[in-house]
């Protein structure tokens, strides 16, 4: 698999696999869990990965990439340490993308959600299609955990509860605790450095992308054989009669 990626990403992993490091991979049992719950997760990780570098005499110091929500945790996992008074011997934190003052989701796009779930209450033949052809469980109960996770309530700047509601009190409340904690310095065992890396755009007029359209139409002559049938027949499966 890092053969594969070293392809891909071409001197980053190159040079990495060269020198000899290992690159230790984390990924969370539960992305939407607290994000406090995963920086602990980390935490013992890393305390983890530094006793297995003492017990085989290794003294490099560990690099911190995180991604996305990932680097945020890295940040709170590594200045709670510091807090603590526990080494993690880290020389590098790399936050790259990572939503430190919230993610950014546009109203329209998170309505859409809660009307999507709205309209799919108590309707058992649009959910069970669904559930056929997305292969994933039931739908709702997907999206339920992708949009309306403790992590996300935590990181969306602007997040629509599943009343309805713009709700955001989780958000607050973690923006405080991130603020109050501030970012890594270093814990004295190396000299340490914070870089960041961002996707982002230097043009002066952006060109928002679009998340979907929708154009279509559907006919049947079937529905010509008996008056009303096709209007009875929609209201049927989409269960509005």
Same mark, same amino acid.
């Given at each position: ?92 934190? @790399?936050?790259?993308? !990572?939503?430190?003052?919230? $993610?950014?989701?546009? =109203?329209?796009?998170?309505?859409? %959600?809660? +009307?999507? /779930? ?24 997907? @999206?339920?955990?992708? !949009?309306?996770?403790?992590? $996300?309530?935590?990181? =969306?700047?602007?997040?629509?509860? %599943?009343? +309805?509601? /713009? ?75």
């Amino acid at each position: 698999m890092l053969r594969e990626a070293e392809r891909g990403m071409g001197s980053l992993f190159g040079g990495v696999i060269t020198s000899n490091y290992d690159i230790v991979y984390i990924d969370w049992m539960d992305s939407g869990e607290l994000l406090q719950s995963n920086s602990n997760t980390l935490q013992k990780a890393i305390q983890y990965v530094n006793q297995l570098k003492a017990n085989a005499g290794i003294t490099a110091p560990n690099i911190i990439y995180g991604h996305s929500m990932g680097g945020v945790i890295a940040r709170h996992a590594l200045r709670t340490m510091e807090n603590r008074g526990i080494r993690h011997n880290t020389s590098h934190y @790399i936050s790259h993308d !990572a939503p430190h003052l919230g $993610a950014n989701v546009p =109203l329209g796009a998170l309505y859409a %959600v809660y +009307g999507s /779930l709205s309209f799919l209450k108590n309707k058992p033949i649009i959910d069970w299609g669904l559930d056929l052809f997305l292969n994933t469980g039931t739908f709702k109960d997907l @999206i339920l955990g992708i !949009a309306h996770c403790r992590a $996300a309530q935590q990181l =969306l700047v602007n997040y629509v509860d %599943v009343n +309805g509601n /713009l709700n955001n009190s989780e958000y607050r409340r973690w923006q405080n605790e991130l603020a109050n904690l501030g970012f890594p310095q270093g814990d004295g065992t190396t000299d340490f450095r914070m870089l960041s890396m961002v996707n982002g755009s230097y043009a002066s007029n952006p060109s928002e992308p679009t998340f979907f359209t929708a154009d279509f139409s559907a006919s049947s002559d079937i529905m010509d054989l008996i008056p009303g049938l096709g209007s009875d027949l929609i209201g049927i499966i989409l269960q509005d009669m």
